[in-house]
């Protein structure tokens, strides 16, 4: 790709394409290119949404505003299902959304676009040559260039503000593998472990992610160093954490990191991280947030460098505190909670160039809006409304630039006015899928709970909805178990599409779902099986109420702790449902607490260990575990898991599968040898969608 020019145009799936060659290149080669996953036209009958309809949706992902503000880079990643596998492509426009132009079509994956060179050149990174390097292009799409040429390649990066260094993060070695011990054992398989956290997500870990800093000679990477040598810590945060965890001062003289500097047990009891500043000509290195105890992320200097913004935890131990946003005046090292009297999380946030402005995206109430910060006096403001989510955003030139999504449409980028809070879809990447799909209509319903309190219940209902048929009626659980339930896109559990299979779908924000303010967020810790059960109960009574709903025909579903609530549901329905589906729920909680893998999870939500018979809270927890419920099960259930899922082990699926067939309880099981938590695989997302449906057809139709 060295070199390559942009110059061929193709028509793939209906779309007109920009195709790079290469000067001589054969003909073979071309119609090579011309198989490339690119934009989808599938094929849609009476408006319905199918599992293949799905996964046609052109998936955008990051994007990056010009520096004068003129032009978005974006990308957009694109499935083929025949080939098994996804195919991320690169995207310039206008900022009020004019002049799309495809920059990249390849067979390989180009990502994290960002402008470099004052907006004169463009950076990503690509993998033509098998791993993950840094590559530069013209705005046009022309010249392209490899940059950096890293060992096992590289796994995020950002240029320093004066254009002379580039931060990157890389793969560094952490523990003695068996042949490192015994070099005459180059295949023995076998893994020696001391120490706990020897496994995280989906991986055995023998590897953390480092930050390293490079100058940039002419094209190429030059005097690269590791800010963290021969440390065994990471950063960014493993599993999910990437670049958003470094940042550069606007004078190029300091790197700003994220990191847990704990190992082994300390570090799986833990979720104490902190913001270490860099000194570029000294080396010095200072904890910033040192005795700040939860989670301290995603360090972001402001324009005049003197100050630095951050998201933070309060509490060690605790994943899912209030996520604060943080300021500090560099040169007096004094804090100021900017979010005090919110009440909410802050999701994400930016910087206005006015260094007195802070915009950050919040869940709040079932949907994600925009919301302004004052640092001066703390003011908190709404700057958007409706049923959307708000996921990323930048400055634009008059306004924001958004990335958006809700139930009924997948991610696009938006111009956002922020004095009126209007925006403008300027991607419009799915419109010609969109303009001929019918969407159910998504009903924000208040529903009163046994307590006495009202929770938010999104209802969405079939295409064409007809108030005098009666129809089938799925409850949605939501995971986490304190993750939001908003105006989400989803290619697993999308509610429209189940709703575009006949089923009206009921989604409560039940107890410990963030949005609704602290106390409702924090029940559900401690008392799995308690007032959120109630709470789902509450919901689904109420809906199956209504005369369109049959309530002979009621099924559950949901994934994680989702899948857990399944499995308890199961157990204690009192005959409300027909048939239950769950995805990698929990069965077993005594299990769960020694399979997991981050134990301040598990010691924060289960409250402690199940040997301790003085605490009260564990074994409140302990007796509500599904497994102790199985006499009571009566219902047909299928059970999905992936066997690389090391969050919730594939054994808590394969236990309740078996417990269903001892029963003789209809029962079936989905298992992916290839999948973690989540289920990636194109082929492997079609096969759960027909099964899902296949299943609960069988039971509620």
């Not at 709903?549 to 204690?572: C, I, K, M, P, Q």
Request: charged share 20%.
């Amino acid at each position: 790709m060295k070199g390559k020019s942009l110059f061929m145009a193709i028509l793939i799936g209906g779309s007109l394409l920009s195709c790079n060659t290469t000067p001589g290149e054969s003909e073979t080669g071309r119609k090579e290119k011309s198989e490339i996953i690119g934009k989808a036209n599938p094929k849609i009958e009476n408006g319905v949404m199918t599992p293949e309809v799905l996964h046609g949706f052109g998936r955008v992902g990051s994007f990056e505003v010009s520096p004068d503000k003129s032009s978005i880079l974006y990308q957009v990643t694109y499935v083929s299902i025949p080939q098994n596998k996804t195919n991320p492509e690169l995207f310039i426009m206008k900022s009020d959304g004019s002049e799309k132009k495809q920059l990249t079509i390849t067979n390989t994956s180009e990502s994290n676009p960002q402008w470099i060179n004052g907006g004169k050149k463009i950076a990503f990174l690509g993998n033509e040559t098998g791993t993950s390097q840094i590559w530069s292009m013209n705005p046009d799409g022309g010249g392209m260039t490899q940059i950096s040429d890293v060992e096992s390649g590289i796994d995020g990066f950002k240029f320093s503000p004066d254009g002379n260094k580039v931060i990157f993060i890389k793969s560094v070695k952490s523990v003695e593998t068996a042949s490192d011990r015994y070099p005459d054992l180059k295949n023995a398989s076998g893994r020696v472990v001391d120490d706990l956290m020897y496994k995280h997500w989906d991986h055995w870990v023998e590897s953390v992610p480092h930050p390293f800093v490079a100058d940039l000679s002419g094209h190429k990477l030059s005097n690269i160093k590791d800010l963290m040598e021969g440390e065994p810590f990471e950063s960014p945060l493993a599993p999910f954490g990437g670049i958003e965890q470094l940042a550069w001062s606007p004078d190029s003289k300091t790197i700003a990191y994220t990191s847990r500097k704990k190992t082994g047990k300390d570090y799986a009891v833990s979720t104490n991280s902190d913001i270490y500043f860099y000194d570029l000509e000294s080396g010095e290195v200072r904890n910033m947030t040192e005795g700040m105890m939860g989670y301290d992320i995603n360090p972001q200097f402001s324009p005049d460098g003197t100050m630095l913004a951050w998201q933070s935890m309060e509490r060690d131990g605790y994943e899912a505190d209030k996520n604060r946003l943080f300021v500090m005046e560099i040169s007096s090292g004094e804090k100021t909670y900017l979010t005090e009297e919110f009440d909410d999380n802050c999701d994400s946030f930016i910087w206005g160039e006015d260094n007195n402005t802070i915009y950050m995206v919040s869940s709040v109430k079932g949907t994600s809006q925009i919301y302004s910060v004052s640092l001066a006096t703390k003011q908190i403001k709404a700057l958007t409304e409706g049923k959307q989510n708000y996921l990323s955003i930048s400055l634009g030139a008059e306004g924001l630039i958004a990335s958006r999504q809700s139930m009924s449409q997948p991610t696009e980028v938006y111009n956002v006015n922020i004095n009126i809070g209007e925006a403008t879809n300027i991607s419009q990447e799915n419109k010609h899928i969109l303009d001929q799909l019918q969407m159910g209509e998504v009903e924000e319903r208040w529903i009163e709970t046994t307590d006495g309190k009202q929770m938010l219940t999104w209802v969405v209902y079939p295409p064409n909805f007809d108030p005098a048929k009666k129809y089938p009626a799925l409850l949605y659980c939501q995971g986490g178990p304190q993750s939001t339930l908003d105006q989400f896109w989803s290619y697993r559990w999308n509610l429209q599409m189940m709703a575009a299979n006949g089923y009206i779908v009921v989604a409560p924000n039940r107890r410990g779902v963030p949005g609704f303010g602290s106390e409702w967020l924090e029940q559900i810790s401690g008392d799995y099986g308690g007032q959120n059960m109630r709470d789902y109960f509450s919901a689904i009574d109420a809906v199956a109420a209504e005369p369109y709903v049959d309530e002979n025909r009621l099924g559950a579903t949901g994934a994680s702790y989702g899948g857990f609530s399944v499995f308890w549901l199961a157990g204690n329905h009192n005959g409300r449902f027909k048939a239950f589906f769950s995805h990698a729920g929990i069965f077993n909680l005594e299990a769960q607490y020694l399979e997991t893998e981050e134990m301040f999870f598990a010691n924060w939500d289960m409250g402690g260990p199940y040997w301790d018979k003085s605490n009260a809270i564990a074994q409140n927890t302990y007796a509500n575990s599904p497994h102790r419920f199985v006499e009571k099960w009566d219902t047909p259930i299928m059970i999905s898991h992936g066997e690389l899922d090391y969050r919730i082990l594939a054994s808590q699926g394969m236990m309740a599968f078996n417990a269903a067939q001892l029963r003789d309880i209809p029962s079936r099981m989905l298992i992916f040898p290839d999948e973690n938590h989540w289920i990636a695989k194109p082929q492997n997302g079609i096969l759960f969608q027909r099964e899902f449906f296949r299943w609960f057809d069988h039971w509620l139709k």
